[in-house]
Each structure stands twice: as structure tokens, then as C-alpha cells.
């Protein structure tokens, strides 16, 4: 999932035998600095005047949270909410920088920009123009319109809030007591490097950008000003971090198609622009298998599983998702339809189940496509109505659970028969690697070339293209009619590389890396 944080509530130094030794050395010497647009908490006015915090949700404050079992970091994040506001100055007014949310494993610093600033930073760059962008989105012959309200959201938005994001998290590197350790995220950030590298060389600087990098020849859809300028920033880091090579590379290509004055090797992943080394890597982002477990184990998830077994069939297919276009659900309930007319003998004993949070609803495209969804799945299940009727069997091919609910989704995919994740194109996608530990059916996935997770799990996994209606369906059929012993071979392969390749092991891997590069840095 991409909608919950796994933060544990224990001890931050219960977890140091977890990391190697030289990542624990970095944490005892160095202040964590983490900046993203939403933070690991939001605060909410009660009607008694005094505050409510309610954890964050998203998969940057999903990942990022971890983190905070290691070591107490400092979160630089966006006023998300009026509470948020009010209690960052309330907090300033008292003298307070850094406000210690009750129960939290870290402080927080609020970037308070104003709504309009807000409004062109998040909403009309952000999401409508670089989320639809890197995730190939666009129908080219009618949109981006990159016109003066893009510009000026440009200027007055993105720059302004990615400068305001620096400043903050300036503040919070001349308040810290030790070495700090920045670590930036995602697309919302991309200009704020550039902004802190100018006022302090010295910093380490580290960005992961959780979703894909595309091609450098459709960054083109974006003026050239622009692209540069994300280039350039992205490079005042000292490491940027990808889910997939296949990202990091086209991150290489699109610096070279771009940006003149660079050198680039290939081989060590590393740039060079005006005397500053960037290194480019790859840290394919997982789930806590303990907290996924805890949660699909809990007395909630419990009572969903209960409720939702009267849904399941002889054969089930689950999907979880946002419903959003990158997801391609329209299409995979086209699959089905489609599988149910090419094995008539499944009708009435095949049911889909889908597990579908409504996203970002302030875009139009996204407003659309739940609109879009919700006529498909009417149509399936009119059309398949008259047949179950004649049949004389009670029986209704889709289901659709639309909400925000992460133990009962956790809870439906231990009974999948058939996992279908086939995202157009995903930074890594959760879901195949929480149905991958948690099912118990030794169900199958099938799993889209375009989604992140199928790098590390397409081996044991029904590959598909995105777009091809047709043979997902087919891989629908493969998957519910798979000889048991395969199926059994293939849920146990996925769910060993889950556990084995952790969140624990996301968040090693990238200190261990700024822990090398801090090494060099003292031992010149």
C-alpha cells in the first residue's frame, strides 16, 4: 500500500542491531534531516480549543517514518491542514522552532506557504504536470498546456515553496547539535537542493524520488527551462536514489540530452557538474513485513475478514489500489470481462474484488477516472446479470470497495486466488509485495512490466504489458487455472524476497551509502 505508515510507537535504539555497524555510526554522528511535502503527522483543532494529531498518510510518509526507528530525525514538511497552521504558530510565537508531536519518534518544522503559493506548487506543477509526466499520463495531442498560469505557477509557485522548503531546512541545519544529514523527497522537492547547496557546500545531501524517471526524449514535453533547472538542482545532491535501474538510467540520459557541462560514467552510475560528483543509485523501496503482519493479524482486520468472506468465490481475483489513471484499472476490469467471455464455464464462479481509495480529487482527470471505473464496473455487472438470472444462480462479478481502509485490504488479500497489479507505470507498487506475504492461498500475481516491483518479482510472477487487454486476461486465466504445486513454488519464492528484501533493508542500504561517501569526504 501506499497509504500507511508503519511507524512502531518502540524505542528508537531498540532497532540499532538492525542497521551495519557503519550506518549506526553515521546516526550516532549526524543529525537526520527529512523533508517531504507531507509530513508524519497532521494536527487537527478540536472543539475544546486543544489539538488532535492523526498520523500521515502516503508512501513517502510510509517509507520515511522507518526511518525514525534508528534515530530521532528532525521532518521538514508542509502545513498540510488549519491545525497544522495554527499550531506551527502558535509554536513560533512562543519561541518554539521545532515542535515534539505526543508519542512521535521525531520533531517537526512546518514550511507555511500561502494558499495561492500552495495552489501553484501542488497543483498545478506537482501533480498535474510532473506526476502525469513521469508516469507517461499525458495524451500529448491535447495536453500539458504549458501556458502563463503554468509559468506563473512555475515561478510564484514551485520555485517559491521549494525555496521556503530550503530555508526551513536551513534553520533546522544551524540548530543541529551534530553533523546534519539531509535526505530530500520525491518530485515535489526537486528544486530545493539547488536553493541549499548555494548556501551551504558542505551539507550531505541525499534525494530518493519514489516514483519513475521517464525517457529523456518525453521530458521534452516540459520546456527546456524548466527540465534544465530540475536537472541542475538534482544535481547539487550527493546522491539521488531511484526504485529501478531502469530509472536511474533514463535519470543519466536525461542530465546528458539536457545539461552540456556534465561528465558522465556509466559504469560507477556517477556524474560530474561544475566540480560537484553526484552519485546515482538504486534503492528499490519494500514493506515492514512485521507491521503489515501485525495490522493483517489485528482485531480490525479481523472483523473485515469476517464480513468479507461471503464475498469470495470459488476463485477470487483481488486488486488494491488508488483510484487513479496510472493504476489502469479500467483496463483490468476490461481483462476480466474479457475472461469471462473467453471461459463462459467461470461464469458464476469467479468473483472480482476491488479494494479502491479515491485520490487527489481536486484534479479533474482524477474526478473523471473514478467516474471512468464506476461505468465499467456497471456495465460488467448488467451485462452478467441476465446471464447469472438464466443460470439461476445468485451472482455478482464485481465488487467494489471504494475507501480508505488498510486492514480490510490487508485483510481481503489473504484470500486471493489472483493478484492483478497492472499499473501503467508504477515507482514500485506495495501492494504485490504485501498479497505476496500476507496470502494464504497460494495465490497468484499478475504483475505489469510497467510497475517497479516487477524488477524484483517478475520472475515469479504472470507478466503483462499495461495496455494489452487481451493477454491479461489470458494471464487471469493461467493464474486461477495453475497447477497447485507451481502456484505453491512461485507464492513461496515471492513471499522469501519480500521478507528478505525489507524497508529495513530500503533505508540501510541508502545510510550505508551516505555513510561511505561521509567517509571519504574526512579521509581527504
Known sequence: MQNQSPLSGKPAQSYDHDLPEHARELLDRATLIIASNRGPVEFHLASDGTFITKRGTGGVVTAMSAASRYTEAIWVACAMTEGDRLRAEMAREAGEAVITPPDGDFRLRFVLPDPDAYFGYYNRIANPLLWFLQH????????????????????????????????????????????????????????????????????????????????????????????????????????????????????????????????????QREIVSRGHTTRVRVYPISIDPAHVLEVAESEDAKRHEEHLRSFLNEYTIIRVDRAEPSKNVVRGFLAYDRLLEAHPELLGRVNFLAFLVPSRLEVAEYIDYLDDINAVVGRINAKYANVAEHQGINWQPVHLFIGDDYPRALAAMKHYDVLLVNAIFDGMNLVAKEGALLNQRNGVIVLSEGAGAYQELGRWALTVSPTDIEGTAQALYEGLTMPESERALRARQLRELVIEHDLRRWI?????????LRAERHAR
Not at 536514489?241 to 540520459?253: D, E, I, M, V, Y
Not at 540501510?508 to 561511505?516: G, I, M, T, V, Y
Request: include cysteine; charge should be negative.
Open 136 to 267: 507517461y499520463l499525458w495524451d500529448t495531442p491535447r495536453a500539458p498546456d504549458v501556458d502563463h498560469l503554468t509559468w506563473d505557477a512555475w515561478h510564484h509557485g514551485y520555485v517559491t515553496v521549494n525555496r521556503m522548503f530550503a530555508e526551513e531546512i536551513l534553520a533546522a541545519v544551524s540548530a543541529a547539535h551534530r553533523e546534519p544529514l539531509v535526505m530530500l523527497q520525491d518530485y515535489h522537492l526537486y528544486l530545493a537542493p539547488g536553493f541549499l547547496r548555494e548556501r551551504r557546500p558542505e551539507i550531505v545531501l541525499q534525494q530518493f524520488i519514489h516514483i519513475p524517471w521517464p525517457d529523456q526524449d518525453y521530458w521534452r514535453l516540459v520546456p527546456r527551462a524548466m527540465r534544465q533547472a530540475i536537472c541542475r538542482s538534482l544535481l547539487a545532491n550527493d546522491i539521488v536514489g531511484f526504485q529501478t535501474p531502469q530509472h536511474a538510467r533514463s535519470f543519466l540520459n536525461t542530465v546528458e540530452a539536457n545539461l552540456d557541462d556534465v561528465e558522465i560514467d556509466r559504469r
Open 508 to 516: 540501510a542500504d541508502q545510510l550505508s551509502d551516505l555513510a561511505q
